[in-house]
């Protein structure tokens, strides 16, 4: 594979002003105008997420009507009941709700749908069970926003629906008793792009205030709302939001929570203890448990984990979880090889297409979602991973580059049974006889954006291996959390000797690289192609401090090289 590598190259002006009133450096002055912080507020947002800086929960729309239903049935004893989608962000959000409502003494209970016994969106059957056995209020989160006739449906039954979500909003909204979500139109919230679990916590610091105004916590503790601050992080690094504004301020904040934090279950994921923890840590090590349980298993079992406080039961639903994980890792193995060859397949017969639609009746629908993004990564492409069963088809879709899904999959709306999501990523369910007019009109749709599928690194700044020292990394680390919409910042140094070289474990390569006197240990995971030594060459890389041989250095991380 050969990457396009492109250096940005912020307004000089720009970089120069922030860096004079910052008192910073020039290059990280560079880094932050290439991340839109341009001025002295820009930068204490950025580098001062407090919790002060969060917009009133009460701008969202929705959320005077929802706080008022939901204190009535508080204060009367009515059976609420959470509705929750069974990926990493539903399942956050969920507990954040239980956990507020069980600590203030309200009615309330949980219930996350299976995956594959009751499939994709709301169920109506279980929500009748629910009402059946006493629930008059259901409160869902991260899903309701395009189920019009399942909530018409439910006003057959003896119970109100307030939807919580932060999905694209379609044009005919659901018929509840209150929506909550900022893409809602005429939703006054400044910011949009923020998760499931970060409406909840919006809605529980809505709900505290009132019950704060009519002297509610008189009798009953108040709860510290920041205490789940570490569930918003995890269900926002999860679902791959945007780590600026708002979810800045979560992230950030509810990263410090984990050392801390109250859940034991939440711990018990994470393979060490530390004293700090990194978007990382919860993509590699929480996430990926969480997700799980939602794929091949029971997603409630996660929210169990979470809310449990006996040592002997976090142990058993963990030993659950890590099954589900092996499990989930293998089925997905499994359908990634036969999806990558039928996209090699696909694109050595027509090399032009811009898009990937990929089906089999033999592919398990909880993994769909990480191979679609797997074939993204590969090809560059948007790409949709069907699973097909007695002839109704489950799809996930992914993409790269600047491309809405969500509008596509609106203009292929007569061949779809019912979709819904967000720009980047999102779901379908289709009639097996319609996907090969889905798959023209999903082409077609592709290709009215102006976007170039080559594979592209962004590069932040060209650096001198002299200027990487102890000072340069820890202003880097300044601007940590990283993740989307802030990366990890990469560099580009042109003409390095090769040194030394070692083949590590077969399949990474370790060089010592050096240039007009510095030397550097840079490391490059799952190498592409070897170097010879005494050879000029162009690298592109991270920083990061890296224990090795029982001390502890700067290293490189290579992303990409190329013989200069």
């Given at each position: 594979m050969s990457y396009f590598w492109n250096l940005k190259r912020p307004n000089k002006e720009k970089v120069d002003f922030l860096s004079a009133e910052l008192s910073i450096s020039k290059i990280l002055s560079e880094l932050l105008v290439s991340r839109d912080v341009i001025n002295k507020d820009d930068a204490s947002l950025f580098f001062n997420p407090s919790l002060d800086k969060l917009p009133s929960p009460f701008l969202m729309k929705g959320m005077e009507a929802t706080t008022n239903r939901l204190i009535k049935a508080i204060e009367s004893g009515e059976k609420i009941v959470i509705y929750g989608d069974f990926d990493c962000d539903g399942i956050t959000s969920t507990t954040i709700l239980y956990n507020f409502l069980s600590s203030i003494e309200a009615s309330v209970s949980f219930y996350i749908p299976e995956r594959i016994k009751e499939g994709y969106g709301m169920n109506f059957d279980s929500i009748k069970g629910l009402a059946d056995n006493g629930a008059t209020l259901v409160l869902s989160t991260d899903c309701g926003i395009s189920e019009n006739v399942l909530i018409d449906k439910c006003k057959t039954l003896d119970l109100d629906f307030i939807i919580t979500d932060h999905h694209t909003v379609p044009n005919d909204i659901p018929n509840a008793f209150s929506i909550v979500n900022p893409k809602q139109l005429d939703c006054e919230y400044p910011f949009k792009e923020i998760c499931a679990a970060g409406v909840a916590f919006n809605l529980i610091m809505a709900l505290r205030y009132k019950l704060r105004e009519i002297g509610y916590?008189?009798?009953?503790?108040?709860?510290?709302?920041?205490?789940?601050?570490?569930?918003?992080?995890?269900?926002?690094?999860?679902?791959?939001?945007?780590?600026?504004?708002v979810n800045r301020i979560f992230v950030y904040n509810g990263l410090k929570e984990i050392p801390v934090s109250n859940k034991k279950g939440l711990l018990a994921l994470l393979k060490k203890n530390k004293k700090n923890y990194s978007t990382r840590d919860v993509s590699f090590e929480i996430a990926p448990k969480i997700n799980a349980t939602g794929r091949v298993g029971s997603a409630s079992n996660a929210v169990k984990l979470l809310i449990?406080?006996?040592?002997?039961?976090?142990?058993?639903?963990?030993?659950?979880?890590?099954?589900?994980?092996?499990?989930?890792?293998?089925?997905?193995?499994?359908?990634?090889?036969?999806?990558?060859?039928?996209?090699?397949?696909?694109?050595?017969?027509?090399?032009?297409?811009?898009?990937?639609?990929?089906?089999?009746?033999?592919?398990?629908?909880?993994?769909?979602?990480?191979?679609?993004?797997?074939?993204?990564?590969?090809?560059?492409?948007?790409?949709?991973?069907?699973?097909i069963k007695d002839e109704i088809g489950k799809g996930s879709l992914r993409t790269a580059n600047n491309i809405n899904l969500f509008t596509i999959l609106e203009n292929c709306a007569t061949s779809l049974m019912q979709f819904g999501g967000h720009s980047g990523a999102a779901g379908l369910t289709i009639s097996i006889d319609k996907i090969e007019i889905f798959q023209e009109t999903f082409e077609d749709s592709v290709k009215e954006y102006d976007c170039s599928f080559e594979e592209r690194l962004e590069v932040d700044a060209e650096i001198n291996l002299g200027d990487i020292d102890t000072k340069f990394l820890n202003e880097i680390k300044r601007m940590e959390p990283f993740g989307k919409g802030n990366p990890n910042p990469l560099f580009v140094t042109n003409k390095v000797v090769v040194k030394s070289k070692k083949i590590l474990k077969d399949k990474h390569l370790e060089l010592t690289i050096s240039k007009d006197g510095a030397t550097k240990r840079a490391l490059w995971f799952n190498y592409r192609e070897n170097v010879a030594l005494n050879t000029e060459i162009d690298l592109v890389y991270s920083i990061q401090r890296d224990t090795y041989n029982g001390s502890t250095s700067i290293t490189l991380f290579v992303q990409d090289l190329r013989v200069a």
């Amino acid at each position: 594979m050969s990457y396009f590598w492109n250096l940005k190259r912020p307004n000089k002006e720009k970089v120069d002003f922030l860096s004079a009133e910052l008192s910073i450096s020039k290059i990280l002055s560079e880094l932050l105008v290439s991340r839109d912080v341009i001025n002295k507020d820009d930068a204490s947002l950025f580098f001062n997420p407090s919790l002060d800086k969060l917009p009133s929960p009460f701008l969202m729309k929705g959320m005077e009507a929802t706080t008022n239903r939901l204190i009535k049935a508080i204060e009367s004893g009515e059976k609420i009941v959470i509705y929750g989608d069974f990926d990493c962000d539903g399942i956050t959000s969920t507990t954040i709700l239980y956990n507020f409502l069980s600590s203030i003494e309200a009615s309330v209970s949980f219930y996350i749908p299976e995956r594959i016994k009751e499939g994709y969106g709301m169920n109506f059957d279980s929500i009748k069970g629910l009402a059946d056995n006493g629930a008059t209020l259901v409160l869902s989160t991260d899903c309701g926003i395009s189920e019009n006739v399942l909530i018409d449906k439910c006003k057959t039954l003896d119970l109100d629906f307030i939807i919580t979500d932060h999905h694209t909003v379609p044009n005919d909204i659901p018929n509840a008793f209150s929506i909550v979500n900022p893409k809602q139109l005429d939703c006054e919230y400044p910011f949009k792009e923020i998760c499931a679990a970060g409406v909840a916590f919006n809605l529980i610091m809505a709900l505290r205030y009132k019950l704060r105004e009519i002297g509610y916590f008189e009798f009953i503790k108040e709860p510290n709302l920041a205490r789940d601050l570490d569930l918003v992080a995890v269900g926002t690094i999860a679902d791959s939001m945007p780590i600026v504004g708002v979810n800045r301020i979560f992230v950030y904040n509810g990263l410090k929570e984990i050392p801390v934090s109250n859940k034991k279950g939440l711990l018990a994921l994470l393979k060490k203890n530390k004293k700090n923890y990194s978007t990382r840590d919860v993509s590699f090590e929480i996430a990926p448990k969480i997700n799980a349980t939602g794929r091949v298993g029971s997603a409630s079992n996660a929210v169990k984990l979470l809310i449990e406080k006996e040592d002997s039961k976090i142990e058993s639903l963990l030993a659950i979880i890590e099954q589900d994980n092996s499990k989930r890792r293998v089925i997905q193995e499994k359908v990634a090889s036969e999806a990558l060859i039928l996209a090699e397949k696909v694109l050595s017969e027509k090399p032009e297409k811009a898009s990937l639609v990929l089906y089999s009746e033999d592919w398990h629908p909880g993994v769909i979602g990480i191979v679609a993004s797997r074939i993204v990564e590969k090809y560059n492409r948007p790409c949709a991973i069907i699973s097909i069963k007695d002839e109704i088809g489950k799809g996930s879709l992914r993409t790269a580059n600047n491309i809405n899904l969500f509008t596509i999959l609106e203009n292929c709306a007569t061949s779809l049974m019912q979709f819904g999501g967000h720009s980047g990523a999102a779901g379908l369910t289709i009639s097996i006889d319609k996907i090969e007019i889905f798959q023209e009109t999903f082409e077609d749709s592709v290709k009215e954006y102006d976007c170039s599928f080559e594979e592209r690194l962004e590069v932040d700044a060209e650096i001198n291996l002299g200027d990487i020292d102890t000072k340069f990394l820890n202003e880097i680390k300044r601007m940590e959390p990283f993740g989307k919409g802030n990366p990890n910042p990469l560099f580009v140094t042109n003409k390095v000797v090769v040194k030394s070289k070692k083949i590590l474990k077969d399949k990474h390569l370790e060089l010592t690289i050096s240039k007009d006197g510095a030397t550097k240990r840079a490391l490059w995971f799952n190498y592409r192609e070897n170097v010879a030594l005494n050879t000029e060459i162009d690298l592109v890389y991270s920083i990061q401090r890296d224990t090795y041989n029982g001390s502890t250095s700067i290293t490189l991380f290579v992303q990409d090289l190329r013989v200069a």
